[in-house]
């Protein structure tokens, strides 16, 4: 931590006697840092509006608050612009694997449920929506006017593809989603999971938060009909499933897109470019599935 960001913290109002301050890696669109102070123990998350995605601090601010009002998400005790203060959760961040075994496949979907739910009671005021196919066009049209031969290629492939998506999905049900569903943003304390991290929360299908957590996280077919069945309380059907599969598609289009618009606009250091490699050779597969109607082998 340089020594600005560590005067900028010192100097936040919530704060009677920092003990110590550590960066928390992993995060990709802002930059979080754990605080012990004499009050007790907090992450100060600091990162400001990213209108390429869609990021606006108010409303993140907003999720966060009504989160916590309804029992998903750690307390936040200060904000201000570029600054978002919330307690600590002394816990176990979550990996991939944690998320498909079957005892947080059990918890996580009650925590999911509430989140769609519980949410919007505790929340007034303007609220965005995240429509994933619309975030689609938007990154497209930014990408088209910068991209060289291939690159225009491959963005018109995904310009075809993202409209035979949206009619699949069909009409939906609006709830209040988190829209970023990677393990990373599951923390578990060993009594229960919370879930953190709310850039990029908005209304939206529930479909969309079951297929982006199944899709970040490499659920198989069965996950998947589980996942579903304990969600909707029973099997998924035909129309269902083929819904899934192409939110499960968008979101890794949607993925793809972000990293490579991050290339152009992010600050913080990641490897977008090898972020978008990766997630565009799992939107092959992704494709490759919802054209066959089925999860392949």
Do not use: K
Request: a negative charge; glycine letters at 8%.
């Amino acid at each position: 931590m340089n020594d600005a960001l560590a005067a900028q913290i010192r100097s936040l109002p919530c704060f009677t006697g920092i003990a110590h301050m550590a960066e928390l890696v992993g995060g990709m669109t802002n930059r979080n840092y754990r605080v012990d102070d004499r009050s007790g123990r907090y992450v100060v998350r600091l990162g400001q509006d990213i209108p390429e995605h869609g990021v606006m601090r108010w409303h993140e601010l907003a999720a966060a608050r009504a989160a916590h009002a309804a029992g998903v998400s750690p307390e936040v005790v200060y904000a201000e612009p570029g600054v978002l203060v919330s307690r600590f959760i002394d816990g176990r961040t979550l990996q991939a694997q944690d998320l498909r075994a079957g005892e947080h496949l059990t918890a996580l979907v009650p925590l999911l449920q509430r989140c769609h739910r519980e949410i919007p009671r505790h929340l007034t005021g303007p609220v965005l929506m995240f429509w994933v196919f619309q975030v689609i066009r938007n990154y497209l049209a930014r990408l088209h006017d910068e991209a060289d031969g291939e690159l225009r290629q491959r963005l018109a492939g995904f310009a075809a593809l993202a409209p035979l998506l949206e009619q699949a999905v069909g009409p939906v049900e609006i709830v209040f989603g988190h829209n970023d569903l990677l393990a990373g943003n599951w923390i578990d304390d060993g009594q229960r999971l919370w879930l953190i991290d709310w850039d990029y929360a908005g209304f939206n299908s529930p479909l969309f938060d079951l297929a982006n957590l199944s899709c970040n996280n490499a659920f198989d077919a069965a996950q998947d009909h589980g996942l579903l069945q304990a969600y909707f309380g029973q099997a998924p059907d035909a129309t269902c499933m083929r819904a899934f599969l192409a939110m499960r598609c968008a979101s890794a289009l949607r993925e793809t897109l972000w990293a490579l618009v991050s290339q152009q606009v992010s600050t913080i250091g990641v490897d977008y470019r090898g972020y978008a490699s990766d997630w565009s050779a799992r939107l092959d597969v992704s494709r490759q599935e919802f054209e066959a109607g089925r999860r392949l082998p």
